[in-house]
């Protein structure tokens, strides 16, 4: 995913957090993240399609759950996340359902 993607993802996953919609965010329930999903796809109208799916969602996990800094996660990071979850969980159905394991996983130095 191109930083300016990413960028665009980061940007709405903090305006979902601060605003209505995200008051109730759980995030032990999947329902709260495909909420968020739901929320920066609406916003993204389209632009965001041409990414693969588990992508979008790996992005959008670390996102939510990586440090509140000034700056997008790091190109590197998310391609090694991306290539773990890939080569652990080779089917992408699964995958996409398993992509907040992964994220919190990986931030735990897994």
Do not use: Y
Not at 20 to 31: E, L, V
Not at 74 to 87: K, S
Request: aromatic fraction near 10%; glycine fraction near 8%.
């Amino acid at each position: 995913m191109t930083d300016e993607a990413v960028r665009f993802v980061w940007e709405h996953v903090g305006l979902f957090l601060r605003g209505n919609t995200g008051r109730d965010f759980d995030i032990g329930k999947s329902k709260s993240f495909e909420s968020l999903l739901d929320f920066v796809r609406t916003h993204a109208q389209g632009e965001l399609a041409r990414f693969a799916e588990d992508e979008f969602r790996l992005v959008t996990a670390i996102c939510l759950l990586g440090p509140d800094t000034a700056d997008i996660p790091p190109a590197a990071t998310r391609n090694q996340l991306l290539e773990i979850t890939r080569r652990f969980e080779p089917g992408e159905s699964k995958r996409v359902h398993r992509v907040m394991e992964f994220a919190i996983a990986f931030g735990c130095g897994w």
